[in-house]
């Protein structure tokens, strides 16, 4: 059985390649750049099996690149959303992309306001 070390280094090293599978799907997307030097993060939803059985394996990898493009997805919308409602946003690498949905977000809501005044 391996120890506590052994088993972090596999968590690591696994945790490793889906931020490099991450990084790759960012590249190739058309709107990867707006990504580039920020370092986000994001929420990736995965359900491993405990026991594998006749094509766990392989639905557990469909299931995990779907969540996996999903979430990819969800960051380069929500980047492009807050690019869209200011542009100065878009230029910012200092903001999650947290931060600039929820300033985008509070952008519109002032704008909406004001034009019902």
Known sequence: ???AADRDERIQ???QLLIDEVRER???HPLGHLVAGRGGQIDLRLTLPTALRDGQLGRAG???AESLQEAVQD???LLLLAGEADPSIK????LTP???ARSAKKDAVVAALTKAK
């Open 1 to 3: 059985m391996p120890d």
């Open 13 to 15: 090293q696994a945790l």
């Open 26 to 28: 960012i590249d190739r």
């Open 62 to 64: 469909r299931d995990a």
């Open 75 to 77: 960051l380069l919308h």
């Open 91 to 94: 230029e910012s690498g200092g």
């Open 98 to 100: 947290l931060d600039m």
